[in-house]
């Protein structure tokens, strides 16, 4: 017994539907499976080095896979990048440590210049005590002597931070000094540099003062020749009796022997006074002035600047004088003193100096000593 069955016709529409999906996809599938496949063959093949040598030895080969190289490749890369990673850390390295090393040395060497420079400071304190022990000594006759004798009772002692430093230098360790230390240090030497520079521009402000100050002070005598009269009481000379005080020294020689000034200073007078006769008077500075009186003639005009030594006058019997000589006084601020402590002194004479003077010679006795 045969029989037929029909199928439905949607179903049959249906999987006509499926039929022709499949069929549409199968190409790309296929791609799919070919791209995969060649990639995996390209992975796959192999590459054969063969090795020949130009000598006995039998030639050889080794066999590998691309997948192999690719790896191979990788690695050599990544080695690279590593060892190039670590030789410029290294580098780094190496220069600050190198930098470290020339820091040190050149910390080493400023902190040995600072104690050469202290050591420095140290002698040229010692030569300016020295100077101002020789400056401020009353009695300048010391000083020619060499009659300088020191002190024992002195007293001192480093910084702490002084200490540190000589242990450091002890220790050949001179580039561990610290900042602080090296402000310190740098302070006292400052500190220390500003005070001598002081002292030398007080010393050299003293020095200028007694150099004006000896050429202003009166200094030997004003003439040559033969002593008649001394400063203080005296009888009269022109009327033989009563006493008078003479302000000055007299000088007695030929008529136009030379009259010199004994110091440096300003003509302040040049004229007929009185008594006097022809008279100078010479201003020298320092409360200094000098008279010089009887001058036969004048050789200076006021307002004149002159040289200790040089000719002021020529000696003669002019106003109140029985003959040919030169009076001669000493004014020191507004009074009249003894001329003979300044004619017959070694060295300017300063006030409250004790300077060993020649004593006072009898009339008569031949005076005058070489004006410089």
Not at 49 to 60: D, E, G, K, T, Y
Not at 91 to 112: G, P, T
Not at 141 to 156: A, V, Y
């Amino acid at each position: 017994m045969n029989f037929l069955i029909r199928s439905n016709p949607v179903n049959r529409l249906k999987k006509g539907r499926e039929l022709l999906g499949a069929l549409a996809r199968l190409p790309s599938a296929l791609k799919r499976t070919s791209v995969s496949g060649k990639i995996r063959k390209i992975f796959e093949h192999k590459f054969t080095i063969l090795v020949v040598p130009h000598n006995a030895l039998s030639r050889f080969h080794f066999q590998f896979s691309f997948s192999f190289f690719i790896f191979f490749i990788g690695f050599s890369v990544g080695l690279f990048a590593w060892a190039a990673w670590a030789v410029t850390s290294n580098i780094d390295y190496w220069s600050l440590r190198a930098n470290h090393e020339v820091l040190k040395l050149k910390v080493q060497y400023f902190a040995a210049e600072l104690r050469k420079n202290r050591e420095m400071l140290d002698d040229v304190r010692g030569a300016d005590i020295q100077i101002r022990k020789l400056l401020k000594i009353n009695n300048r006759q010391k000083i020619l002597d060499g009659d300088l004798m020191e002190k024992s009772d002195g007293q001192g002692g480093p910084e702490p931070f002084e200490s540190a430093l000589l242990e450091k230098a002890l220790n050949h360790a001179l580039w561990t000094i610290t900042e602080s230390e090296i402000r310190q240090e740098s302070q006292v030497i400052r500190k220390e540099s500003e005070e001598r520079l002081a002292s030398f521009k007080e010393i050299s402000q003293f020095i200028g003062y007694e150099r004006g100050y000896s050429r202003s002070c009166p200094l030997g005598w004003p003439s040559y020749g033969r002593l008649t009269s001394h400063y203080g009481f005296r009888i009269h000379p022109l009327r033989g009796r009563g006493s008078e005080f003479h302000m000055g020294i007299d000088i007695a020689n030929e008529g136009g022997t030379p009259v010199r000034s004994t110091a440096d200073g300003v003509v302040r007078a040049a004229h007929w006074e009185g008594g006097y006769g022809r008279l100078v008077i010479i201003d020298h500075g320092f409360g200094f002035r000098t008279y010089y009186g009887h001058n036969h003639k004048i050789t200076v005009k006021p307002g004149q600047y002159v040289r200790r030594g040089e000719e002021i006058a020529l000696m003669g019997s002019t106003g109140s004088s029985t003959g040919n000589h030169s009076h001669y006084e000493v004014w020191q601020y507004g009074k009249a003193v003894d001329p003979w402590k300044f004619a017959s002194a070694p060295l300017p004479i300063r006030s409250g100096d004790r300077v060993r003077v020649a004593k006072k010679v009898r009339l008569g006795s031949e005076v005058g000593m070489e004006v410089q």
